[in-house]
């Protein structure tokens, strides 16, 4: 039981690394969706997909860790591993505890990938080698794409593709309509990582990490920032004028003087405080958005 529990502290960091509860808005997004399109509610499809994603997350996590710390990022004094149980540094595990965890949790996502495919379309198979394709990518080589500044890029499609992942096996069928659909939650969960990126900059600068924070600075970093929110609210007037959103989607309007405000702390408050501070609000903006599109 003690082996178990270390397992699923240290494959989702305690819950805090991103906060878990924002696992949700990965397919949630694909529920509504296909809500209106079907006009029921498909539960059964969420919880597959549900308990078929969470594996290919543990394994993305303990992927992570691996490669930064084989490449110098997670130390001791890291950010990345003071306010968190940090497998190597916490537990103590060694670099092959956590890439055989890695391993195991990724076949255990394909053999669930291709259950769901059999009941639900072939086509699933394609979107899930895509998500085990942009998991481990992320920081596995020899992509890394995260090394390279692309890392928001990288989060943006994976919630569209989660999500994507859920409403096509729900509804049988793929909709152009669903990525513009799905856009504004990736936009926002791109927030989340480069707020944590931005807490890190100066000790990823120093690690020879290229985030894309380390790349524009901290300066650029705050604009980026509150250019993400101005796209985020933008995409959601667009998407009603596309008959896409319906006309109370824009009560989400509302929100926009407190993402302004977030968004001036972020030159304000020390990183980590941040972060903890902005994960309930985003996560909030997202719900909110999901309960108004659902109506």
């Known amino acids: 039981m003690e082996r178990l529990r270390r397992i699923v502290d240290i494959s989702s960091r305690g819950g805090k690394v991103p906060p878990i ?19 029921e ?6 919880i597959f997909i549900a308990i078929t994603v969470t594996p290919l997350v543990a394994a993305t996590n303990l992927f992570d860790d691996y490669f930064d710390f084989r490449k110098g990022v997670d130390k001791a004094d890291s950010p ?22 890695a391993v195991i949790l990724s076949a255990v996502y394909l053999a669930l990938s291709l259950i769901i495919s059999i009941l639900y379309g072939w086509a699933l198979i394609f979107i899930a080698l895509l998500g085990l394709f942009l998991g481990y990518g992320y920081t596995g080589w020899p992509i890394g794409y995260k090394y390279l500044g692309l890392g928001e890029l990288g989060v943006f499609i994976s919630t569209i593709a989660a999500s994507e992942f ?25 927030v989340i990582l480069f ?3 931005y807490r890190d900059i100066e000790s990823d600068r120093k690690s020879g990490l290229t985030t894309l924070a380390v790349r524009i600075g901290k300066r650029n970093s705050e604009i980026f920032t509150l250019a993400l929110f101005i796209l985020f609210y933008a995409s959601v007037i667009i998407l009603f004028l596309s008959r896409i959103y319906p006309w109370y ?36 903006i997202l719900m909110l958005l999901l309960l108004l599109i659902a109506l």
């Open 249 to 284: 989607s824009l009560i989400e309007l509302l929100t926009a003087p407190f993402a302004f405000f977030l968004s001036l702390r972020l030159y304000m408050e020390e990183g980590s405080r941040l972060e903890r501070f902005a994960g309930p609000y985003l996560f909030g």
């Open 41 to 46: 509610f498909n539960y059964i499809p969420l």
């Open 21 to 39: 509860y924002l696992y949700l808005v990965f397919i949630l997004p694909g529920f509504v969706y296909s809500i209106s399109k079907t006009g």
């Open 195 to 197: 707020i944590g990126n």
């Open 166 to 190: 859920l409403s096509v096996a729900a509804i049988g069928h793929f909709y152009m309509s669903s990525i513009p659909y799905f856009a504004p939650f990736a936009v926002i969960i791109v």
């Open 80 to 101: 990345n591993t003071t306010y968190r149980h940090h497998p190597i540094f916490y537990y103590g595990v060694s670099t092959g505890y956590l890439l055989r965890w």
